[in-house]
């Protein structure tokens, strides 16, 4: 070893620069991947749940019989309770989707669950607005009561405001012009962030799902 060489390292003040720089980077970074990473959580609710109205669509052909997506008390083990159920539209825990082979509401000995997916687990982080957009453009709220879709075998789409009674009754109506779901984050501070983080899903009359992009997007995704 040279005895002449000298030891070099960081200056107390190099140090302190470092780490200045290093927290400033990290308090312009922070706001933006919260932004990114509530953005996903909503946007993955979204396409879990259109990702069910396509399976349902689905069932309803390949089963020959009206398939219902409501929504339900879906638990962590993925267990529906309460399909259709007022309590369970409010609580928004998930959906589900059962072929049904009488009248509403649903009978675990007649009527086949098919499929549930997650929406909020434990505390509700994720807010859904249901409404219904008609071919001139009106926004129809008042139909989100219960919000029960229907799926029917001949690729026709409706929906139901009442858990009771025949699918194919006068309680059901077939939907003209798009049904609209938007999923918004209900943890956000102001309607401007829910929004901001907000996927939205459009249902035509035949029961496609189509998810709004965030740019360019139709009337029908923001009209109020």
Known sequence: MNKNSKQHGFTLIELMVTIAILAIMAAIALPNMSEFLNTRRVANRADQVANLFRFARTEAARLNLPVVVCYSDV?????????????????????????????????????????????????????????????????NAAAANNNILVFYPNGTFGYMNSNSGSVYGSGATVASGLVRFQ??????????????????????????????????????????
């Open 183 to 224: 999923f918004r984050d209900d943890l956000a501070a102001d309607d401007a962030a829910k929004n901001r983080r907000s996927t939205t899903l459009l249902i035509d009359a035949g029961g496609r799902v189509s998810v709004c992009p965030k740019s360019n997007a139709p009337a029908a995704c923001t009209a109020t």
């Open 75 to 139: 638990k962590a083990d993925g267990k529906a309770d309460n399909p259709c159920t007022p309590a369970s539209a409010t609580n928004e825990r998930g959906m589900s989707a059962f072929a049904i082979r009488g009248n509403l509401p649903y009978n675990t000995g007649r009527d086949e669950l098919l499929r549930s997916t997650a929406i909020n687990q434990g505390n509700k982080n994720v807010d859904v607005v249901f409404s219904h957009i008609t071919f001139v453009g009106t926004v």
